[in-house]
């Protein structure tokens, strides 16, 4: 472990990559389809020399890198991994261009999903694995990261706690300490939790009676928000009512950092009860299914539609899960999501689930979009002004904890939000400029910010995906998944001369 803190980060990430090839090859060996094998086995042979020369060349040369350097290290890995990563991709897809398959392995890499090829009978079972495998790769690395980099930092949404009086010695200590070692600290301590987890999901899936590739493929997905599907999404699983049970409780692992590593700010698991992330979340799966549900109840009795409890309790079911899979910008819609618009003939806006995925899960996790500690903290900002409207000489509560959170947290959550904002208007101003509408540029925008790819295919009606876009909006939704899985404010701090002096 000491040689691999030794080395730039790039450098393990591309090792990484490398190891991951060996996957797709064994389970060519296993269908006997000796070309993937082949080219799979080739492409990471060829990655691993490339690695072992720049590692050998640069060993003990990112000693003491700063973490902007380490910003700068993600930018590079998201911009320039997917070309090794597409390179079996592209030689296998014969009816596929490189830019098309980089497309494909920046939109697994960045967790977002979105998918050129509607048909899933197009790949083969080894290229699934691989979106798949990279998909669940790019979740780690960006739990890693966040743990390791922008905490310290104070970016990623950890900015709402900061207190003021704390800021300077967070940044004199994050200058002190050596950004490699807490990278390895936090890889080796997500890592067990982070596999054990997908090979619990996916044994279940497989008791259940789903095909090991899809139960594997659908855990790895769940884990990671990456929403690929090698079947097109849980409608082709066999895992049925009790599977989306499963993963419904796997889901609140993007919804708070403390599902996940408990401890960091608090002492014990009981103070997950108090997570406020979790509480909003608890919030959106239960105010909105039953709204929707009040909906199309009601235009199934204008429309003289037999009801019953079995369809009435199907359709809260799918509502619930639905939700809060956009909620974490997953993105699979549940078996019986269809069952509320055919009872009552009503479809459902897809400017909720816009609005979901802009929410995004929570802080530190998998999840994209503005997160839900940073609404929660502009929440509690409204709540307190109005407060002061009836009694300006009132004294918030809550203690000093409450009181940063109301003021400098939603300062800075303010600022976020106006940037995301700006960030949105500028994707959609340039897709439109492609020849997209309106609709279609707010949806794919948001699909690309938020990482949640299969966002498109849920909110536009006229059938549009990503495998008719031009490949100028592509090469514009490609930055916009950067941006959205980075967040554009720790790419705006790049640019800042504090850190690079």
């Not at 930018?75 to 070309?83: E, F, G, K, Q, T």
């Not at 928000?225 to 889901?251: D, Q, R, Y």
């Not at 307190?384 to 918030?396: A, D, I, K, Q």
Request: with cysteine.
């Amino acid at each position: 472990m000491k040689g691999i803190t030794d080395l730039p980060f790039f450098i393990v990430l591309m090792g990484l990559s490398c190891i991951a090839m060996c996957f797709p090859v064994l389970h060519a060996i296993r269908l006997e389809d000796w070309l993937t094998a082949r080219t799979f086995f080739y492409n990471g042979a060829f990655l691993g020399v490339i690695t072992a020369i720049f590692g050998i060349a640069v060993r003990r040369q990112d000693k003491g890198a700063s973490a902007s350097t380490h910003l700068i290290t993600m930018l590079a890995a998201y911009v320039i991994l997917p070309i090794f990563l597409a390179m079996p991709f592209a030689a296998l897809v014969k009816t596929s261009t490189f830019f098309q398959a980089y497309f494909e392995m920046l939109s697994s890499l960045t967790t977002t999903g979105a998918t050129l090829f509607d048909d899933p009978k197009v790949l083969s079972e080894p290229l699934h694995l691989w979106r798949s495998l990279v998909g669940w790769l790019g979740g780690f690395m960006i739990l890693v990261v966040a743990m390791a980099i922008f905490a310290p930092l104070n970016m990623g949404g950890f900015e709402i706690y900061a207190l003021q009086r704390h800021r300077k010695d967070a940044v004199s200590q994050m200058q002190k300490a050596e950004v490699s070692e807490r990278l390895s600290k936090f890889a080796n301590q997500i890592f067990p939790i982070y596999l054990i987890l997908t090979f619990v999901l996916a044994i279940v899936q497989i008791a259940l009676g789903e095909r090991v590739l899809v139960a594997v493929s659908h855990s790895m997905a769940i884990l990671s928000t990456s929403g690929i599907s090698p079947v097109g999404g849980l409608s082709g699983s066999n895992a049925g009512f009790f599977g989306e049970v499963i993963m419904f409780m796997f889901l609140f692992f993007a919804v708070s950092r403390n599902t996940f590593l408990p401890g960091r700010e608090q002492e014990n698991w009981r103070t997950i009860k108090h997570d406020k992330e979790i509480t909003q979340a608890l919030l959106w799966i239960t105010l909105i299914p039953a709204l929707l549900f009040i909906r199309h109840w009601s235009g199934a009795l204008g429309a003289n539609t037999q009801t019953d409890a079995i369809s009435g309790i199907s359709s809260l079911w799918g509502s619930s899960f639905t939700i809060l899979s956009f909620l974490t910008t997953t993105g699979f819609e549940s078996q019986s999501w269809d069952v509320a618009q055919n009872w009552s003939g009503l479809r459902t806006p897809g400017l909720i689930f816009i609005g979901l995925a802009a929410l995004g899960g929570g802080v530190a996790t998998t999840a994209g979009g503005i997160k839900l500690l940073r609404v929660y903290a502009l929440y509690k900002h409204g709540l307190r002004e109005m407060e002061r409207l009836s009694y300006p000489s009132s004294v918030g509560g809550a203690g000093q904890r409450g009181r940063s959170i109301r003021r400098e947290g939603a300062f800075v959550a303010w600022i976020f939000l106006m940037v995301f904002v700006s960030t949105l208007g500028t994707v959609m101003l340039a897709l439109s400029l492609t020849g997209l509408s309106f609709e279609e540029s707010l949806v794919f925008a948001m699909s690309a910010l938020a990482t949640c790819g299969p966002l498109v295919g849920i909110s536009l009606e006229n059938g549009a995906s990503y495998a008719l876009l031009p490949d100028g909006a592509k090469a514009i939704l490609c930055i916009a998944m950067i941006l959205g899985r980075l967040e554009t404010v720790a790419v705006i701090a790049l640019f800042n001369p504090n850190y690079w002096r």
